[in-house]
C-alpha cells in the first residue's frame, strides 16, 4: 500500500496526521515517521526559506519505484508507505517531506523509513533553492548520506 504525492504548498500543507491516519493498522506493530523541516543554517549561511520545485510526476514515479524495489531488496513485503513533498515556499520550520512507514516490527521499519529517505535525496527530480538573510539565493546539489566502508 502506497501514498506518494508532491503537494504544491499554494494549495495545501503537508500533515504528519494525514500521514498518521495512512500507516495506522493492527497489520503493523511498528510505525516511524521521518519529517524534513527548513532548517536556519546551512553551509555557514543563514538561511531563511527555501523553494522547491519538482518534475511532479516522475518524482511520483520515483516513489513508486522505490517502494516497489524495498520488496526485493529489503524483502519487507507486509508495508504501508506514505510519502510527501512539498512544493513552493517555505519559511523555517515548516515541514518540507513526510515520510511514514508501517511495518510488522520495529527494525523494519527503520531500516525501511533510511531506505526511502536516502533514495528520495539520490533519484527524485526535486530540486531546492535557499534563500538567504542577505537576500542571496542559491539552488543546490543533492546531498545523499553517503557512509565509507573501513
Same mark, same amino acid.
Not at 521521518?34 to 527555501?50: A, L
Not at 513533498?85 to 517555505?90: E, N, S
Given at each position: 500500500m502506497l501514498h506518494a504525492k508532491i503537494v504544491d504548498i499554494k494549495e495545501k500543507k503537508i500533515s504528519l496526521l494525514d500521514a498518521e491516519k495512512f500507516v495506522s493498522s493492527f497489520d503493523y506493530g511498528a510505525s516511524i515517521y521521518? *519529517? @524534513? *523541516? /527548513?532548517? &536556519?543554517? &546551512? &553551509? &555557514? $549561511?543563514? /538561511?531563511? @526559506?527555501? *523553494? %522547491?520545485?519538482s518534475h511532479d510526476a516522475l518524482v511520483v514515479k520515483s516513489f513508486e519505484e522505490i517502494y516497489n524495489e524495498s520488496e526485493f531488496k529489503l524483502k519487507i513485503q507486509n508495508k504501508a508507505i506514505f510519502i510527501e513533498?512539498? $512544493? @513552493? %515556499?517555505?519559511n523555517l @520550520?515548516? *515541514?518540507s517531506i513526510i515520510i511514514a512507514v508501517g511495518c510488522k516490527h520495529r527494525d523494519e521499519a527503520y531500516v525501511l523509513s533510511r531506505y526511502i529517505i536516502e533514495e528520495i535525496k539520490k533519484r527524485s527530480p526535486i530540486w531546492k533553492k535557499e534563500h538567504y538573510t542577505d537576500n542571496q539565493s542559491d539552488w543546490l546539489k543533492g546531498n545523499p548520506i553517503v557512509h565509507e566502508k573501513n
Open positions: 521521518f *519529517t @524534513g *523541516t /527548513v532548517r &536556519n543554517q &546551512n &553551509n &555557514n $549561511k543563514s /538561511v531563511i @526559506g527555501i *523553494t %522547491y520545485d513533498h512539498a $512544493k @513552493g %515556499y517555505l @520550520g515548516e *515541514t
